[in-house]
DNA sequence: GTCTATATATAGATAGAC
DNA sequence: GTCTATCTATATATAGAC
């Protein structure tokens, strides 16, 4: 049994709470609580609120973008013809490899960013664009490669579409999975609706004009 | 100049800002000094801010809700073989008659919409399913009757993810249109952006398992 | 119906002992 | 580093005068 920090008790409880409450509708009192730890430890090692809350995100961007840019830039060395599908392609490998990482955590990772598109934690979006911005404009070009017949402006409008698409399914998952178990008896986890909303997005992205 | 009483002063404000900043991060206070009248008075009108919540999305259910009952009833009464788009193109219609009860009314519905599935509101979900399930039953049953080849699982899916990249291009509606000028060149209003959404959707529903 | 004043609860953050 | 106790701000809600 290994001996786990206050520091990272207070990440792991964060995360959970986070991804499954929102950030707003978790307070401190209930993430140390289920830390066991104490209240005024969260502001001890990490300033305050939104600090920690960077802070959960970061733990999981660290891991997550130097794979995204392993992914692109192994798919640009290639001499196949890129296709729309391998780009995305690009994303579900490091979003899986999370879970290597730390239990549940593509679950979880996915949550939290769907989270901090939906709530105004402006801080979050000027957290993630000025240290992350390079590697989604590589994504997007990658895109705009793969789909020569789309214009700029017709990509720019389908990559927004499914950027909602993916934060509002990841953002409500809870509610989806606990409908789809009780209407269908079918037990999804977050593996399995990434698999669902993948074909869709696909299929939206690269449909004819 | 027309007199508006406090029980619409309060909705108008309310909806603006719950639409804007989501349920939890606004607080009667803010509502009340917005529409200008007494904090106390949202209690006397409403009783609490959870049936404020409720009467704010209700005004907009009574007028869409029986708009969207007809355009499935009259799509029902044709001959033609129903496809899938004309199905989505029931809800455009109804939609887009928000703008005409309310200035900027079908994104502040939509918006709406959309917080109130991803925020923890259960109380939301369970006043729109009791009090109009019928008519999301029937839309459900529209869509299944022009995709024969789905199951009623699968279609519980995808109108999930159409839901999100509806409810998400709506939210950030202002910021899409604003960049579509800049770099495009391209002026578009809502209704440009619902008709460029759902070649999107559809493609995303309709597409092959 | 509308106001002031206030009750009550809960939030994030901190001071200071240990 | 961790604790208790507390500060300060803000939330929803209500009582009671007008």
């Known amino acids: 049994m290994q001996k786990i920090d206050t520091k990272t008790k207070i990440l792991n409880a964060a995360e959970q709470l986070f991804a499954e409450r929102g950030f707003a509708d978790t307070s401190l009192r209930l993430i140390t609580s289920q830390a066991e730890v104490n209240l005024a430890s969260v502001n ?108 700029k402006e017709e990509i720019f409008w389908r990559l927004h579409f499914t950027l909602g698409t993916v934060v509002f399914t990841m953002a409500s998952s809870k509610a989806l999975i606990d409908i789809a178990k009780a209407d269908f008896k079918n037990e999804v986890d977050i593996e399995g609706l990434i698999r669902k909303v993948i074909p869709f997005i696909s299929a939206g992205v690269s449909t004819a004009k």
Chains 1, 2 share one sequence.
Not at 50 to 71: D, S
Not at 90 to 117: D, E, I, M, S, W
Request: glycine letters at 8%.
């Open 44 to 151: 001890y090692h990490f300033g305050s609120k939104k600090e920690l809350i960077q802070a959960v995100l970061a733990r999981y961007l660290e891991v997550f973008i130097p794979g995204l840019e392993t992914a692109l830039s192994e798919l640009n060395e290639t001499d196949e013809r890129i296709d729309q599908r391998n780009v995305f392609e690009c994303l579900v490998g490091p979003l899986l490899a999370l879970n290597a990482f730390k239990h549940r955590g593509t679950t979880a990772f996915l949550q939290l960013l769907g989270r901090g598109y939906v709530e105004n934690q402006g801080h979050l979006r000027w957290f993630i664009t000025t240290h992350y911005g390079e590697v989604m404009d590589s994504f997007n070009q990658a895109v705009q490669n793969a789909n020569p017949h789309l214009s």
